[in-house]
């Protein structure tokens, strides 16, 4: 059964095709459809649509769905097309006449739109929070590993001296950005479309406010055209914000994988987040990480693909706009899969604490030496010169002593700024 229906046979062929992974999908998306149709059925009532007894009724069937919703036991019947249909169908069998009113002024445009927009804001809820686990767990370790050295390195060569908790803090401000990032795809998602119906309004004088406050969006997406304009713009603003996070979390994950090798041993990963060898008995790969660097680097191309399928649409809606779903879905259960592994694993991760007095490292500590003498009045051209020759000459005194006292060094890592600033940014989604 499809909401749009009539007395045709329909090519089978055509009916797999068209129906494509909605009934796999739109399980994750029924209970936010019940939340529409509760908030729709409500305002029905206020415009004279309804009886208070039909609404009572309605919002009794709803409630029941809504359980079976709750405890696994809903399910798409195989010829049925969608969340939605599979909704009015139960309605309609409890109800009768009664549960085929509850379509009235609303087409499945806007509220498929609405469905997907209310499962967004919680998609990104959560995903905020997972965000602020990660982000306190870099702080903690930033803290903890701030006094402890490593190599910095540019164009993967050694270069300066950094420090475990100049590195952790790093990833750290990372993601405080990947969170502004998130709170402005937000704002966009955070707009009713209940009522724009397929795109031209209706003639019913329908209450739009009252749906907007009951469902709890922030705001509404006035233009009932521009209502059906934004399936598509609000995936793929939410897209560049995955695409941010995937970005920070692909690059953390290599670093690690990196680190841990044992050219490097900054770092291990502990041993029940690795795999061993079917014929190295000494191997203990970091597969969590290496998987994390894979999915992520995957949907950095969510929003391109996001595009791909929009490119040249016209305004209106079109059937194009169903697969979407296909994408943008799956993308948000990933990443937050991403990030619960992650934080998981880099709570125990341990840390190389001696690494840094390997001798080879020594040469990370001239700009050290260029700096004492720029300080004792020796100009930075010439300093650099004599200590650059003193390097090919085999005779450089080596001072490891550092002394770095700006706002984001490794004397002064400014976490505090950072945290303030990530509680800032944090608040809203409270």
């Given at each position: 059964m499809?909401l749009?229906?009539?007395?045709?046979t329909?090519?089978?062929i055509f009916?797999?095709?068209?129906v494509?992974k909605d009934?796999?999908?739109d399980?994750y998306?029924?209970?936010?459809?019940?939340?529409?149709?509760?908030?729709?059925v409500?305002?029905?009532?206020q415009?004279?649509?309804?009886?208070s007894?039909e609404?009572?009724a309605?919002?009794?069937?709803?409630n029941?769905?809504?359980?079976?919703?709750d405890s696994g036991?809903?399910?798409i019947?195989?010829?049925?097309?969608?969340?939605h249909s599979q909704?009015?169908?139960?309605l309609?069998?409890?109800?009768?006449?009664?549960?085929?009113k509850i379509h009235s002024?609303?087409?499945?445009?806007?509220?498929?739109?609405?469905?997907?927009?209310?499962?967004?804001?919680?998609?990104l809820?959560?995903?905020a929070t997972l965000?602020?686990?990660l982000?306190?767990?870099?702080?903690a370790m930033?803290e903890r590993?701030k006094?402890?050295?490593?190599?910095?390195y540019t164009h993967?060569?050694?270069?300066?001296?950094?420090?475990f908790?100049?590195?952790?803090a790093?990833?750290a401000?990372?993601?405080l950005?990947?969170?502004?990032?998130l709170?402005?795809?937000?704002q966009?998602?955070?707009?009713n479309?209940l009522g724009?119906?397929?795109?031209y309004g209706?003639?019913f004088p329908?209450?739009r406010?009252s749906?907007?406050?009951e469902?709890g969006?922030?705001?509404?997406?006035?233009n009932?055209?521009y209502?059906?304009m934004?399936?598509?713009?609000m995936?793929k603003?939410?897209?560049f914000?995955?695409n941010?996070?995937?970005?920070?979390?692909?690059?953390?994950?290599?670093?690690?994988?990196?680190?841990?090798?044992q050219?490097?041993?900054f770092?291990?990963?502990?041993?029940?987040y690795?795999t061993g060898s079917s014929i190295m008995p000494?191997?203990?790969?970091?597969?969590?990480f290496?998987?994390?660097?894979?999915?992520?680097n995957?949907?950095?191309?969510?929003?391109?693909?996001l595009n791909?399928?929009?490119?040249n649409l016209?305004s209106?809606y079109?059937?194009?706009?169903?697969?979407?779903?296909?994408?943008?879905?799956p993308?948000?259960?990933?990443?937050?899969?991403?990030?619960?592994?992650?934080?998981a694993m880099?709570?125990q991760?341990?840390?190389g604490?001696e690494?840094?007095?390997?001798?080879?490292?020594d040469l990370?500590f001239?700009?050290?030496?260029?700096?004492r003498?720029v300080?004792a009045?020796?100009p930075f051209?010439?300093?650099?010169?004599?200590?650059?020759a003193s390097?090919?000459?085999g005779d450089?005194?080596?001072?490891?002593k550092?002394?770095?006292t700006h706002?984001g060094s490794?004397g002064?890592l400014?976490?505090d700024?950072?945290?303030?600033?990530f509680?800032?940014?944090?608040?809203?989604?409270e």
């Amino acid at each position: 059964m499809k909401l749009w229906h009539k007395e045709e046979t329909i090519d089978k062929i055509f009916e797999r095709f068209t129906v494509g992974k909605d009934p796999e999908l739109d399980v994750y998306l029924a209970k936010y459809d019940i939340i529409g149709s509760r908030a729709h059925v409500k305002m029905l009532g206020q415009i004279g649509l309804l009886k208070s007894e039909e609404i009572i009724a309605i919002g009794l069937g709803l409630n029941n769905i809504d359980q079976m919703i709750d405890s696994g036991t809903f399910e798409i019947s195989e010829g049925v097309e969608d969340c939605h249909s599979q909704i009015e169908i139960l309605l309609t069998e409890e109800l009768g006449e009664i549960g085929k009113k509850i379509h009235s002024g609303r087409s499945r445009n806007d509220q498929v739109l609405t469905a997907l927009k209310l499962f967004a804001k919680s998609e990104l809820e959560e995903i905020a929070t997972l965000i602020k686990d990660l982000f306190e767990l870099l702080m903690a370790m930033s803290e903890r590993y701030k006094k402890v050295l490593m190599p910095g390195y540019t164009h993967m060569q050694i270069a300066m001296p950094s420090s475990f908790g100049l590195w952790f803090a790093a990833y750290a401000e990372s993601l405080l950005d990947d969170l502004l990032q998130l709170k402005s795809s937000y704002q966009l998602v955070d707009k009713n479309p209940l009522g724009s119906a397929a795109g031209y309004g209706s003639s019913f004088p329908l209450n739009r406010l009252s749906t907007t406050e009951e469902m709890g969006f922030g705001g509404i997406n006035v233009n009932a055209i521009y209502a059906q304009m934004t399936r598509g713009k609000m995936e793929k603003s939410v897209g560049f914000s995955v695409n941010s996070i995937a970005a920070t979390l692909s690059k953390f994950a290599m670093d690690v994988c990196l680190y841990s090798g044992q050219n490097f041993n900054f770092l291990k990963v502990d041993k029940k987040y690795t795999t061993g060898s079917s014929i190295m008995p000494h191997k203990s790969n970091p597969d969590g990480f290496e998987l994390v660097r894979a999915k992520c680097n995957l949907l950095q191309a969510l929003p391109y693909e996001l595009n791909m399928i929009l490119l040249n649409l016209p305004s209106g809606y079109h059937r194009d706009l169903q697969v979407l779903k296909e994408r943008f879905m799956p993308a948000l259960f990933s990443l937050k899969d991403c990030l619960k592994i992650t934080t998981a694993m880099t709570t125990q991760l341990s840390i190389g604490t001696e690494v840094i007095n390997d001798p080879k490292y020594d040469l990370i500590f001239s700009v050290e030496e260029v700096n004492r003498r720029v300080t004792a009045g020796v100009p930075f051209r010439d300093a650099y010169h004599d200590v650059s020759a003193s390097i090919k000459q085999g005779d450089l005194h080596i001072n490891r002593k550092i002394d770095q006292t700006h706002i984001g060094s490794i004397g002064n890592l400014g976490n505090d700024l950072i945290k303030e600033s990530f509680k800032k940014a944090y608040a809203f989604f409270e």
